[in-house]
């Protein structure tokens, strides 16, 4: 079973930039579409973007224009650069791996685990 692991996460200003790193065992990223998410305090976890195996984006509206997700396939990881962050970014951002993309978000499966997260604040 594949388990990703996602880190990079940090305390930032409105307008700053963090990149979050994604990675997995047991399995090669490239072989999967990798998916980001996040949950804010209070609120329902919420698909942020996805990349396929064939390096095609998609990106919620929230963060279109400000997000990007790219693949490192030397480094075996898939990352997510955030920039213009503001406020309401601030959450625990996941990563998931699946063998395709639904927009920009995952399949819907019965069953997912989900990591640790890491946390991103946005905050003056």
């Known amino acids: 079973q594949v388990h990703a692991v996602e880190s990079g996460g940090g305390s930032v200003q409105p307008g700053g930039s963090l990149r979050l790193s994604c990675t997995a065992s047991?399995?090669?990223?490239?072989?999967?579409?990798i998916g980001w998410f996040r949950q804010a305090p209070g609120k329902e976890r919420e698909a942020v973007s996805c990349?396929?195996?064939?390096?095609?984006?998609f990106y919620a509206e929230a963060v279109k224009g400000r997000f990007t997700t790219t693949r490192d396939n030397a480094n075996d990881s898939v990352y997510l650069q955030m920039s213009s962050l503001k406020p309401e970014d601030t959450a625990l951002y996941y990563c998931?791996?699946?063998?395709?993309?639904?927009?920009?978000?995952?399949?819907?499966?019965?069953?997912?685990?989900w990591g640790k997260g890491t946390q991103v604040t946005v905050s003056s």
């Open positions: 998931q791996v699946d063998t395709y993309c639904v927009g920009y978000t995952l399949p819907t499966r019965s069953r997912r685990t």
């Open positions: 047991g399995a090669t990223l490239d072989n999967y579409a």
């Open positions: 990349i396929t195996k064939k390096n095609e984006q």
